[in-house]
């Protein structure tokens, strides 16, 4: 799998060459599906991936430059050895003959290798659960830290959901919670890693630091230190698996109880760039501004919305976004604005003489937010991303960004 990984991966290098490198006439689908079936024809360890997979790159890659000018994404890059996360596509359900063997495994057929056991974790449309409505249409192998994952795409035909008859409610990205609902619910979690586990984590990054301070530039990475690099890994891994996880589960209960969740729109990566500024203009505060993003990217906020938007789409309930700014200044109750009523991360007290509400800064921000909603405040598409502002002088954007 990895052979199959890393030819992937160069397939989509080689790809990304020919096509910047051509004038812009020339670039189109077919020219590429010709090149690729040359490059597999000349080059024999490109053959190591199956021809289906390399159409499905070049498939991902006429998507990656689609999502760029459709404003969506950065502009495709090359994929480094080392930093990319490994992915082999097998775009037809019909060759996998996935069958249940055991309550918790499953064998999967994958081209060139042959039969595989995977650990069944979901309910999958195989044997007399399949029919032409409801069937396993392709499934993509990916690599990470703990190994290699196979994720199944499938199609199902279920009944078009009716209203959510839940109530509505705000949520803000909290600073002391991860999650603040307007009506005083808070979501939380434990930390992601054991005492134990994160003594684990410290001990391997200290002796990696202490290794790395040792080797002479340019000598080559021991296999001790890579060693303890992928033990590192596996362990950042794990954490990250639970986040998800805790983070399916939260979302999932939210889109459950709430027909309308209304959502702060945040644009985490302008927030994450602009602290830093330019050249010419240095960013102020430019560490505790990135701290507070790590903060947000940690608790990952998008992605957070991104679970919800789907969620709630397929119970019949709704998704709404309002603009953020000053919502954790704004007091819920009275709706001005008093300086200083903020009185640190998780206390807010209004200033207001006639008001005087306190409570809890992220549950005020969240109530915030659901007011702007239903003021009329929601902004359009909900959702939606940020549509990226092209330079307007000629340039390429890809050469623009
Ligand atoms: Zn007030």
Redesign the pocket.
């Known amino acids: 799998m990895d052979t199959q990984g890393h030819a992937a991966r160069t397939t989509w290098n080689l790809l990304h060459d020919w096509w910047t490198m051509l004038p812009k006439a020339k670039r189109t689908l077919a020219a590429a599906d010709a090149v690729i079936r040359q490059g597999r024809r000349e080059l024999d360890w490109l053959g190591a991936l199956p021809a289906q997979a390399a159409q499905a790159v070049l498939k991902t890659y006429f998507q990656a430059w689609k999502n760029c000018w459709e404003g969506r994404a950065q502009a495709p890059e090359f994929k480094a050895r080392f930093r990319t996360r490994m992915s082999i596509d097998i775009p037809q359900g019909r060759d996998l003959h996935v069958v249940r063997v055991h309550r918790r495994w499953g064998m999967v057929d994958i081209p060139e290798l042959g039969r595989v056991r995977f650990c069944w974790t979901k309910d999958l449309p195989v044997g007399r659960h399949a029919d032409k409505d409801n069937k396993i249409t392709g499934a993509r192998l990916v690599k990470d830290a703990l190994g290699w994952h196979i994720a199944f795409r499938v199609t199902t035909l279920a009944p078009a959901p009716g209203p959510h008859p839940g109530p509505e409610a705000g949520i803000g990205a909290g600073i002391t919670v991860p999650l603040a609902l307007s009506d005083g619910e808070t979501a939380e979690h434990g930390p992601w890693l054991s005492k134990k586990e994160e003594a684990r984590l410290l001990h391997h990054e200290q002796r990696a630091a202490r290794r790395k301070s040792h080797r002479k530039k340019g000598e080559r990475t021991s296999r001790r230190l890579s060693k303890t690099y992928d033990r590192i890994a596996r362990i950042r891994a794990t954490a990250k698996r639970r986040r998800e996880d805790w983070q399916h589960k939260t979302t999932t209960a939210i889109a459950d109880t709430y027909g309308t969740v209304v959502v702060e729109a945040l644009h985490i990566t302008n927030m994450t760039k602009s602290a830093k500024g330019t050249v010419e203009q240095p960013g102020r505060q430019v560490a505790q501004k990135a701290g507070l993003n790590r903060s947000i990217l940690g608790e990952a906020w998008g992605r957070t919305v991104h679970l919800l938007a789907y969620k709630l789409a397929r119970r019949g309930g709704l998704l709404a976004e309002v603009s953020a700014p000053g919502t954790s200044q704004e ?6 604005v ?1 300086p200083g ?1 903020r009185r640190n991360q998780a206390e807010f007290v ?3 003489p ?4 306190e409570g809890n800064a992220d549950t005020n921000a969240a109530r915030t937010v659901l007011h702007r909603y239903r003021t009329g405040h929601a902004l359009v598409p909900a959702a939606g991303r940020a549509v990226v502002r092209r330079a307007s002088n000629g340039v390429k954007p890809a050469t623009a960004r």
């Open positions: 007091c819920a109750q009275c709706h001005t008093t009523s209004c200033n207001n006639a008001c005087g509400w």
